[in-house]
């Protein structure tokens, strides 16, 4: 079943298998299996550049992994873009195709900031349903 949440004005659904890990003020993260996670987070976005710095430091942060590759996204959802950045491990050793294993999500609105980590680093297909499940519900009050 979904459960209805808010985050700031962000309200999304999400499976109630993801069981909620840790609940601050400007942040969720929920866990559904090892190695499935989401974090959602926001706050004030106090630049033009603010997202192109966060994905920039995101690329920085896997550059040590040469089997990672990125790739940029701008979805519409419910009438919002959001970027997205996504790390995809390449064809390479038990791996024969592209396999996502985390995607970061972003977008500003109304002077906030909110990021969507997705980790699926065993390539669990049920965890991947029910997080696209869940963007579709991505929303603003």
């Given at each position: ?46 630049s ?30 419910n ?11 390449m064809?390479?050793?038990n ?10 999500s ?8 909110y ?21 579709n ?5």
């Open positions: 079943s979904d459960t209805h949440t808010r985050l700031g004005g962000l309200t999304y659904n999400l499976d109630s298998a993801f069981a909620l890990k840790s609940d601050s003020e400007g942040s969720k993260y929920y866990v559904y299996e090892s190695g499935c996670e989401i974090r959602i987070t926001y706050g004030a976005a106090n033009d550049s603010f997202l192109d710095s966060y994905f920039n430091g995101i690329r920085e942060n896997f550059k040590n992994e040469e089997n990672y590759n990125f790739q940029n996204d701008t979805v519409k959802i009438n919002n873009s959001w970027s997205s950045l996504s790390v995809m491990e064809p390479n050793g791996v024969t195709a592209p396999t996502l294993r985390y995607k970061y972003s977008i500003v609105h109304n002077a906030s900031f990021h969507i980590v997705f980790v699926n680093v065993n390539n669990d297909q049920e965890c991947l349903t029910m997080y696209n499940d869940f963007t519900t991505l929303d603003f009050e």
